[in-house]
């Protein structure tokens, strides 16, 4: 059985050698917003094919309101060939070359407000396949092109704060302190001193784990809650202040937590490694045994609303 998920996205467009995000609606004196709209609607289906990959991505439909572009795309790939089997018969119904490619339609969706430097952007999965890489990699092409290559665009994986919350809630099984090199009182009593560091490169570890079956003592975990989530809100903040341990400046935690019958692993240096897809894959089907368009784009705009207010906060219609 197929499985369906949608997968968020924040977009931020900066110049180049700048931590500085612009406003959306003026980047040369033209909308981004626009810009993307031609694209998807009069640029990209001109040249739907590339033919030094065998990619293939067009759209069927595209509409938008206000500030929010949305409709499907149909994307996939030639290079090998293959035989469609009819399971009912037992048949080979079709044989698939290597020109042909297969054309998944996926649906898409992206909310680009003025005033404010970060957009949404929400793509549907088909199985454990998306398409956030064929179809911006084309377009950032593009507007290094046609519009300027001093721009870069920042997409990455939107995971909402309430999952965040849900993992660090969850039940502590293991913290692990990392610093990188080696504490000087180790080597306090070799006649020699410290090494020096090009020579030797290390880290060292204070890890902390819960009995058997059971989880960190409570003291630690509520310092450990309050404090990472002041961390996600407050750029501030380093990651050696969330845990503090008398002299052991650590570089990165590390944590596991138990969610339900599963265990995850959260990199605290690395929060852009968190992933978050919503499965989607009880919705109605069309005849071809994919989403229905209309409930797809209910849902997403269901997700849009609830990722808005986290991000936009009462600019959430901006």
């Not at 849900?166 to 009182?185: A, H, S, V």
């Not at 070799?190 to 003291?219: R, T």
Request: net charge neutral.
């Amino acid at each position: 059985m197929s499985k369906f998920s949608l997968a968020p996205y924040t977009l931020r467009l900066r110049q180049k050698n700048s931590k500085h995000y612009l406003f959306f609606e003026d980047v040369l004196g033209l909308d981004f917003f626009d810009i993307f709209y031609e694209y998807l609607s009069n640029i990209l289906p001109i040249s739907p094919i590339n033919n030094k990959t065998g990619e293939v991505i067009k759209v069927t439909s595209i509409k938008k309101e206000n500030r929010t572009i949305f409709g499907q795309i149909e994307a996939g790939q030639n290079g090998y060939g293959s035989k469609l089997l009819n399971t009912v018969t037992d048949t080979v119904s079709y044989e698939r070359n290597t020109l042909d490619a297969e054309l998944i339609p996926y649906y898409f969706l992206i909310r680009l407000p003025s005033q404010v430097d970060k957009g949404i952007i929400i793509l549907q999965r088909f199985n454990n396949i998306g398409v956030k890489t064929l179809l911006f990699d084309n377009f950032i092409q593009y507007f290094k092109t046609k519009i300027s290559d001093e721009y870069l665009l920042d997409i990455n994986p939107l995971v909402p704060r309430g999952l965040i919350k849900e993992y660090i809630n969850g039940r502590f099984i293991k913290l692990r302190l990392i610093k990188q090199g080696y504490p000087k009182d180790i080597f306090d009593r070799h006649p020699n001193g410290m090494p020096d560091e090009n020579e030797f490169e290390g880290q060292c570890e204070l890890v902390l784990s819960a009995p058997k079956n059971g989880i960190l003592p409570y003291y630690i975990r509520s310092m450990i809650t309050t404090n990472i989530d002041k961390f996600l809100n407050t750029d501030d903040l380093s990651v050696g202040s969330i845990v503090e341990v008398k002299n052991f400046d650590y570089d990165n935690i590390k944590m596991q937590v138990r969610v339900g019958n599963s265990y995850k692993t959260i990199d605290i240096s690395d929060m852009g490694k968190l992933r978050y897809y919503e499965d989607i894959s009880g919705i109605d089907l069309d005849i071809n045994g994919h989403p229905k368009f209309d409930i797809m784009d209910s849902r997403a705009k269901s997700l849009l609303k609830d990722l808005a207010i986290s991000i936009w906060g009462d600019n959430i219609d901006a």
